[in-house]
């Protein structure tokens, strides 16, 4: 059996046309625009290309985008007071830190400085609080998460009743997953399992799993016979494991891997996720639907 390949790449362009269509009515009927502004302290380079990806992307759907960068010796204080100029613009509904922030920096008092009203990310202590109870209460989940619930509808693989296993229990990606997949409602009410390192029988809880979702951060954990046959297997996982030289630019690039086994697990899986371009292209197109759901939500329209 080949498993058929969620491809993130395909369902993102799908996603961001509707974006672009919902903007443009949005824009016709009521003449604004989602307002999206992103705050980059310093010059690492990894952050750099993170945001100017986002900034691309805000522009091609017709955003407002605000771009406001910030050196790295920039005060604490000083920082949170333009998130709470950022909380107070009218323009602007979603409010984006890139991390990680310099050293002498809380990034948690900065996080949760943010409007939750306007933390498209999802990270705040009020959206995390509002995913957990689920149902109307959500607002923004985080991107991560929903770009694979996304995944997860559009394959149309089942969830209703199904067994999922999530493989890792970080905030960011782990736990909201597991939170979201549990909630009664479409593309959820699924029958949940986290496991850890501090599991017993790794294999044997995979093995069960109509839908596995692996983000452990550890390159080819999950072998092909930890997959049950024709199970969904979405892998999160980003690991850096070499270089080469790309065929199109002849500049180095990274030689990406995920959790999962990929070669082998496609011959048991019914569908499977690459890397890249699985979850990866996901996290910044959620983010642009939840900066219009903000302005969606602050006209009344959801
Ligand atoms: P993280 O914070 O390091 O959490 C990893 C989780 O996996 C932890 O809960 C850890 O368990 C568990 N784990 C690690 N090794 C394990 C093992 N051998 N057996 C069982 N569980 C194990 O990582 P993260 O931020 O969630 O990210 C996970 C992966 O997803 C990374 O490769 C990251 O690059 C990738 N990622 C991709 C995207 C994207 O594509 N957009 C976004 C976010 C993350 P303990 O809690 O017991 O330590």
Known sequence: MTAKLIKGTEIREQILDEIAAEVEEI????????GLVTILVGENPASISYVTLKIKTAHRLGFKEVQDNQSDD?????????????NNDDSINGILVQLPLPKHIDDKKVLNAIDPD???DGFHPVNVGRLMIGGDEVKFPPCT??????????????TKGAEVVVVGRSNIVGKPIANMMLQKGMGANSTVTIVHTGTKDLKAHCLRADILIVAAGVPGLVKPEWIKSGACVIDVGVNRVGEKVSEKTGKKIAILKGDVD???A????????????????MTITMLMKNTLKSLKFKLGLM
């Open 27 to 34: 824009k016709a009927k009521h003449g604004v625009v989602p």
């Open 74 to 86: 920039i005060p604490e204080a000083d920082l949170l007071a333009l998130i709470d100029k950022y």
């Open 118 to 120: 306007k933390d498209v």
């Open 145 to 158: 998460p929903a770009g694979i619930q996304e995944m997860i509808i559009r394959s149309g693989t089942e």
């Open 262 to 264: 990929f070669d082998a």
């Open 266 to 281: 496609k011959e048991i899986a019914g569908a499977i996720t690459p890397v890249p371009g699985g979850v990866g292209p």
